[in-house]
């Protein structure tokens, strides 16, 4: 997001007038944000509004239609999602797709470190995220719950200095969230830059220093989430809508 939280704070990702579209369908229009380095940034908005496709975008599973994509300065538009882990950017999914026949403990062991760069988070990301316990069990016998936490586990395994998070609130019981919530608080005190999609507000407002709101496709606010959540066009496109 423009201005930066701090003056001269490390800006790690910035997303310039990026679009994408899927046949006739907008996904994403003219979006630009930044991410700092020890700051989170919320992405919210209704479903179907292109929060996902536009990590998909940041993250290199889909090339953009428009726009670009700068990681540390260095134009990153349109480089594959395995070479982005190398270069220190990682995300979690909406869905998480463990290697279910593979042990908790292996699901991390395939992870490709990043090479050349002292990760600002190196803690045994098993540990971390508290499934140190579940190491040898297989990854398909994880609840959804410990399934997400396997995810953010597999994604800090590359040592990121960016980490995009989809959603991985969603599901998660009262005691669950709290629990992950302070993890992401770690990791950026750590110095990690996040972009955090969520639903949940008082999940957010835990963990976020600014948010974009997003409706069908295009940014529809920018600024604090104390404001977002008083603007009159997030409530009606968003917060009215919620049950
Ligand atoms: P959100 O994550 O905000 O719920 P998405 O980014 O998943 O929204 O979806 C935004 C829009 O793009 C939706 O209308 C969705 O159906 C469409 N979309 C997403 N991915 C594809 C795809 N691969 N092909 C066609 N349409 C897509
Ligand atoms: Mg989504």
Do not use: W
């Amino acid at each position: 997001m423009s201005p930066p939280p701090d003056v001269g704070a490390e800006r790690l990702l910035e997303v310039r007038d990026v679009t994408r579209v899927f046949a006739s369908l907008i996904a994403v229009a003219n979006v630009s944000l930044d991410v700092v380095a020890g700051s989170a940034t919320g992405l919210v908005g209704p479903n179907g509004s292109g929060k996902t496709t536009l990590i998909n975008v940041i993250s290199g599973v889909y090339r953009p239609s428009g726009g670009t994509v700068r990681l540390r300065g260095r134009d990153v538009t349109g480089t594959a999602s395995h070479r982005l882990c190398r270069l220190g950017l990682n995300r979690t999914f909406q869905i998480p797709h463990p290697l279910g026949d593979l042990t908790v403990a292996d699901n991390i062991a395939v992870v490709r470190p990043r090479r050349g760069a002292t990760p600002r988070f190196d803690a045994d990301p098993l540990e971390f995220v508290g499934l140190a316990a579940a190491a040898p069990v297989l990854a398909s016998r994880l609840t959804s719950g410990e399934q997400k936490l396997l995810d953010l586990a597999r994604a800090l395994a590359s040592g990121p200095d960016v980490l995009l998070v989809d959603e991985l609130g969603a599901g998660l019981s009262a005691r669950e969230l709290e629990h992950v919530a302070s993890l992401l608080v770690r990791l950026k005190d750590a110095g990690l830059g996040l972009l955090v999609v969520e639903h949940l507000m008082d999940f957010l407002e835990q963990i976020v220093d600014d948010v974009l709101v997003m409706d069908a496709g295009a940014e529809i606010f920018r600024g604090t989430l104390r404001g977002a959540v008083s603007d009159p066009r997030v409530i009606d496109v968003y917060l009215g809508g919620a049950p």
